[in-house]
Antibody, heavy 117, light 109 residues
Framework: QITLKESGPTLVKPTQTLTLTCTFS??????????VGWIRQPPGKALEWLAL???????RYSPSLKSRLTITKDTSKNQVVLTMTNMDPVDTATYYC?????????WGQGTLVTVSS | QSALTQPRSVSGSPGQSVTISCTGT?????????VSWYQQHPGKAPKLMIY???KRPSGVPDRFSGSKSGNTASLTISGLQAEDEADYYC?????????FGGGTKLTVL
């Protein structure tokens, strides 16, 4: 059974750096073809793909956010970490992690991050 | 990378069929057979319904089907049921990033 769970702060101040952790079970990020990605959804709005890291440490980023994002993995801990710098109120959203490669097959429950002073 | 274009809303009566379109470009939908569709109920995480244009994950009813023609992908839901009422999002590989559609709200009348 594959599960993923996001964790991190629920409230960050403008200009701060957000660090989110995705802890997963039921698969290994060292298995060929496997990837874990991050997606966000502002309240009442559409999904937005952010970043994805593959089993071989190949990393892909949204072009519009690439300068602010870093994705890393810790295979031994079954975790993927996303950092986003210079947070702004428009970054308020539910942040999801998901497993997959050409599609996002399994999703975490999401974590709501609010950016406010 | 621009978002894929979906109708904001569609509706249908129980038992009917509805089709949701997802229009992109030759750089995303038209260029790759990596279109996926997600169902999202209010307050819940998205659920994969279709992947690689037309494949269904285990457990997804065969009432859900996907197709693609040129730069437009489509999700068809036949035999509409009340529980199908949700938001639906398409997603396409686009060379390096992936891009989502703006979402379609399906109302079962």
């Amino acid at each position: 059974q594959i599960t993923l769970k996001e964790s991190g702060p629920t409230l960050v101040k403008p200009t701060q750096t957000l660090t989110l952790t995705c802890t997963f079970s039921g698969f290994s990020l060292s298995t060929s073809g496997v990837g874990v990605g991050w997606i966000r959804q502002p309240p009442g709005k559409a999904l937005e793909w952010l970043a994805l890291i593959y089993w071989d440490d190949d990393k892909r980023y949204s072009p519009s956010l690439k300068s602010r994002l870093t994705i890393t993995k810790d295979t031994s801990k079954n975790q993927v970490v996303l950092t986003m710098t210079n947070m702004d109120p428009v970054d308020t959203a539910t942040y999801y992690c998901a497993q997959g490669s050409s599609s996002l097959d399994y999703w975490g429950q999401g974590t709501l991050v609010t950016v406010s002073s | 990378q621009s978002a894929l274009t979906q109708p904001r809303s569609v509706s249908g009566s129980p038992g009917q069929s509805v089709t949701i379109s997802c229009t992109g470009t030759s750089s995303d939908v038209g260029g790759y057979n990596y279109v996926s569709w997600y169902q999202q109920h209010p307050g819940k995480a998205p659920k994969l319904m279709i992947y690689d244009v037309s494949k269904r994950p285990s457990g997804v009813p065969d009432r859900f089907s996907g197709s693609k023609s040129g730069n437009t992908a489509s999700l068809t839901i036949s035999g509409l049921q009340a529980e199908d009422e949700a938001d639906y999002y398409c997603c396409s590989y686009a060379g390096s990033p992936w891009v989502f559609g703006g979402g379609t709200k399906l109302t079962v009348l």
